[in-house]
């Protein structure tokens, strides 16, 4: 059996250094906004950012509507019936079937069942509306610049790529 080697790739590193400059620049925003958890900005943009405009454009379109389907939840769940157990395994079931119903791909359905973990399950001192509409607002930061950031500086197509 073949011991594996390690060496480095001969792929270009425009798509390491591009996902940096973008997670550095959602951090640079959300800073810049005075969001409280600032961390959320580059999360996204990292999450977003992918080799070609298209292809970034549809993760973010999961990233922005799971994460709007479980802040929402989330936020109706911790008001109407509060935080337990049975609460979050009801609700990481409602997002997927209501994700499963809106005909949406699983990485929404991932992200919002994130993002209702984030509402419900994270202490937070503000109401769950409050908490729920500060994520998606950063989350949307990060995803912005993900988005920007891939349009104006896109990952030239190269034989070793």
């Given at each position: 059996?073949?011991?594996?080697?390690?060496?480095?790739?001969?792929?270009?590193?425009?798509?390491?250094?591009?996902?940096?400059?973008?997670?550095?620049?959602?951090?640079?925003?959300?800073?810049?906004?005075?969001?409280?958890?600032?961390?959320?900005?580059?999360?996204?943009?990292?999450?977003?950012?992918?080799?070609?405009?298209?292809?970034?454009?549809?993760?973010?379109?999961?990233?922005?509507?799971?994460?709007?389907?479980?802040?929402?939840?989330?936020?109706?769940?911790?008001?109407?019936?509060?935080?337990?157990?049975?609460?979050?395994?009801?609700?990481?079931?409602?997002?997927?079937?209501?994700?499963?119903?809106?005909?949406?791909?699983?990485?929404?359905?991932?992200?919002?069942?994130?993002?209702?973990?984030?509402?419900?399950?994270?202490?937070?001192?503000?109401?769950?509306?409050?908490?729920?509409?500060?994520?998606?607002?950063?989350v949307s930061a990060g995803i912005l610049v993900g988005l920007v950031l891939t349009a104006v500086w896109p990952e030239s197509r190269t034989k070793g790529a």
């Amino acid at each position: 059996m073949k011991t594996p080697r390690l060496s480095l790739s001969k792929k270009s590193p425009v798509y390491p250094l591009r996902t940096a400059v973008a997670a550095v620049l959602a951090l640079l925003v959300a800073r810049t906004l005075g969001f409280r958890e600032i961390y959320w900005a580059p999360i996204s943009a990292v999450i977003v950012v992918q080799s070609d405009f298209g292809s970034t454009l549809l993760m973010s379109w999961h990233r922005l509507i799971g994460t709007a389907l479980g802040v929402s939840v989330g936020a109706l769940f911790a008001e109407l019936v509060g935080r337990s157990t049975l609460v979050f395994g009801c609700g990481v079931l409602g997002v997927g079937v209501l994700a499963a119903a809106l005909r949406l791909d699983r990485a929404a359905n991932r992200f919002a069942a994130i993002a209702l973990t984030i509402v419900l399950l994270v202490p937070h001192a503000d109401p769950p509306w409050v908490v729920a509409l500060h994520r998606f607002i950063e989350v949307s930061a990060g995803i912005l610049v993900g988005l920007v950031l891939t349009a104006v500086w896109p990952e030239s197509r190269t034989k070793g790529a």
